[in-house]
């Protein structure tokens, strides 16, 4: 007992003077936090997705605070959290456009074909490495979920063999269109409802062969939008958002039925 209680008083003398010697430490080189940094914090969703830009909600706050980054930042908690962001910083909240992704295919198991059956691993990503997938459609969605699984927000579904998104659920974080190998998924303005659904740029006459609703480039739709919309480049319609007026004139005279418009926002 003589020979073990000294070894008992050094092992503890030593373990109260480290930990003096840290408790000091922590005074001298304690960083102090700014008190709006954790009041931004707390009202962020906390999805930590990094559409931000960020590594995460504490980041995001942080580089607020710091300067780095706007306001308006947070995909997820839209206009309404930027004012609540903007109070707290005491600036004035940028106004901003709510977005939504938006699957640009509308290659069902109907309308487009197949050039092999695919029983490899449920993926999009490792389906692509094979011959760019089971569509005959170099641009078509492989429907295996990818985006799903990428969704923090559990809004994306497989629905007749493509991808399709639930815009009420979505937040607009970006990860699908991260996440999909054959780049079809886009963040476009949430008011909007008119989109081409299609991503095909091959020749008319390709497109006919693999899909009954891809677009064909014929050009009717940019030729009858009364607003200059449209524009047909590399074969594939596209949608100048800015300059669409949902008129619906695009949807009604695409002889391949395969612009949405004025018929879904009326319904």
Known sequence: MSQILPAILVVGGIGLI????????????????????????????????????????????????????????????????????????????????????????????????????????????????????AKTCPFGCLGLGTCAKACPFDAISIQNGIAVIDEAKCAACGKCVAACPKHIIQMVPAEKKTHVLCSSTDAGAAVNKYCKSGCIGCKICEKNCPSGAITVENNLAKIDYSKCTECGICAEKCPKKLITGKKEVEE
């Open 18 to 133: 480290f930990g003096c010697i840290l408790a000091f430490a922590s005074i001298i080189f304690a960083v102090e936090t700014d008190e709006r940094e954790e009041q931004i914090a707390e009202i962020l969703p906390g999805a930590n997705c990094g559409a931000c830009g960020y590594a995460g909600c504490s980041a995001y706050a942080a580089a607020v605070v710091a300067g780095t980054a706007p306001t308006n930042a947070c995909a997820v908690g839209k206009s309404a959290l930027a004012e609540k962001i903007s109070a707290i910083m005491g600036t004035t909240a940028e106004a901003t456009e709510p977005m939504v992704a938006k699957v640009l295919c509308g290659g069902t198991c109907e309308t487009a074909s197949n050039k092999y059956e695919y029983f490899g691993v449920p993926d999009c990503v490792a389906a692509n490495k094979i011959s760019g997938g």
